[in-house]
């Protein structure tokens, strides 16, 4: 039988070898079936091989891993911070029991190769619990794994944890706590918004001001902020001018809108926040804060009176950290740094990330991965922001000539910095790299 090969008893113990990595069996009818399937699952002689697998991919803090079965082998991705990495290719043999093995832990059927199957395992590492949530599915090559590791997260709270810059902090910080007028958040899809919402929501005075949100049931969650009200509205079933109204008796001082939903309701809760005097806060998806601004206009707000309102516009794009354990300092070329507009004789020097095709050992020979980063030379992100603070320039281009290029330079002029110079504050700081800013601002 097929059960008994891939679990047959080989060795003795063997589920106490290998890396401290403690596997927990979930998903049976009972807490009884599934210690019996975890006992089954330590008979099997690759129970060390599928920890050894989870030490590296808690090590690399992977939070997704595709493992794609093919006749040849088994091709290995892991997304760390955003990007997908192919790691070295698994061998079948080991790699079969080990993938059967997980799906004995979710009490999946570990001989069903074809028909998609979805489950979830528990594993602890080094005092940290993580959650693996498996869905394998027959292709016409072989078979399809994803891993979705649960607890690899880091956790942000603060504006500090999030890279924002001190005096960003302030500024924003009195752009929020003004009495009334509009301000808008944005980021692309992915881009980490809701923590930036959250971070900032919670630097605000909620203790001394009001705040309501009106929340798009349809769409994704406000992130949770004590001290803010939520109602929550169906824009295709609720009267949302009945609702309004009914928000407003709560004579809130900052009303939250954070999906603009639909432009008639939304120009609505505009003109009397300007009328009464309200702080107005709001979202859109965009690449940077001047594109922010013709999102806005695009989704058919009014103009006028956005240019009218608008306090402050902030964007945001994530960027990786250079591995402090591996990264190399370098002394940039004066011509690109006078083109980036930073002074040459200022900066000593910036740091790339580890090659470990170039950098080389004494001996000559490549260097063993880094333990810190395994080998990535990035870990974690940290986030570039922009604050657009419009001038009377940039509100007049607004209403009279909205387009991106112009509302740009007119931005610029009234001393707005953009996300590329605010992205080369983290690199002379060596946070990141030229490269790693690059790469983030193209995407
Ligand atoms: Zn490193």
């Known amino acids: ?114 028909a998609k199957q979805q489950g979830f395992f528990a594993a602890k590492y080094l ?42 902090q302030e500024q924003l910080k009195e752009l929020l706590n003004q009495k009334s007028g509009l301000f808008v958040y944005s980021a692309l899809p992915g881009g980490g918004l809701s923590t930036t919402m959250q971070a900032t929501l919670r630097a605000t005075d909620r203790y001394l001001r009001d705040f309501v949100a009106l929340v798009d049931k349809t769409k994704e969650p406000l992130p949770y902020v004590e001290n803010i009200e939520i109602v929550e509205y169906d824009p295709a079933g609720d009267d949302l001018a009945e609702l309004f109204r009914s928000v407003m008796l709560k004579e809130p001082d900052v009303l939250v809108i954070p999906h603009i939903s639909n432009a008639a309701f939304f120009n609505q809760a505009l003109e009397q926040t300007i009328a009464e005097g309200k702080l107005l806060i709001t979202s859109v998806r965009a690449k940077d804060a001047v594109e922010a601004l013709l999102r806005l206009l695009a989704l058919k707000l009014n103009a006028e009176q956005v240019s009218q309102a608008l306090r402050g516009v902030i964007c945001q794009r994530l960027v990786r950290k250079l591995c402090l354990s591996c990264r190399r300092p370098y002394k940039p070329n004066p011509q690109l740094l006078q083109k980036l507009g930073l002074p040459p004789d200022k900066i000593q020097h910036f740091f790339r990330a580890f090659n470990p095709k170039t950098d080389l050992g004494e001996d000559g020979k490549p260097l063993p991965p880094c333990e810190v980063c395994g080998g990535l030379a990035y870990r974690e992100r940290t986030a570039v922001f922009e604050l657009l603070v419009p001038g009377e320039g940039t509100r007049r281009a607004l209403i009279q000539q909205p387009r991106l290029e112009l509302l740009k330079k007119v931005a610029r002029q009234e001393g707005h910095r953009g996300l590329l110079e605010e992205g080369l504050f983290h690199v002379v700081r060596g946070t990141t790299s030229l490269d790693e800013l690059k790469r983030a601002l193209q995407a």
């Not at 794609?68 to 029991?97: C, F, K, N």
């Not at 997260?153 to 890279?163: A, N, T, W």
């Open 127 to 168: 005092q940290l619990a993580f959650t693996i949530h498996l869905t394998s599915e027959g292709t016409k090559q072989g078979e399809r794994v994803v891993l979705r590791i649960e607890g690899n997260e880091s956790k942000i709270e603060s504006l500090e944890d999030l890279g924002m810059r001190e005096k960003l």
């Open 1 to 114: 039988m097929v059960f008994k090969k891939l679990f047959g008893r080989k060795k003795k113990i063997t589920a106490l070898e290998g890396p401290p990595v403690k596997l927990g069996a979930r998903g049976a009818a009972t807490s009884m079936d599934d210690k019996a399937n975890l006992v089954a699952a330590r008979q099997s002689p690759h129970f060390v091989t599928l920890k050894e697998w989870l030490e590296d991919i808690f090590k690399k803090r992977a939070d997704q891993v595709v493992l794609e079965y093919t006749a040849g082998g088994i091709a290995v991705r892991y997304q760390v911070d955003g990007l997908w990495h192919a790691m070295p290719a698994r061998e079948r043999e080991s790699g079969d029991v080990v993938l059967a093995v997980m799906k004995k832990l979710c009490n999946l059927d570990p001989k069903e190769r074809r």
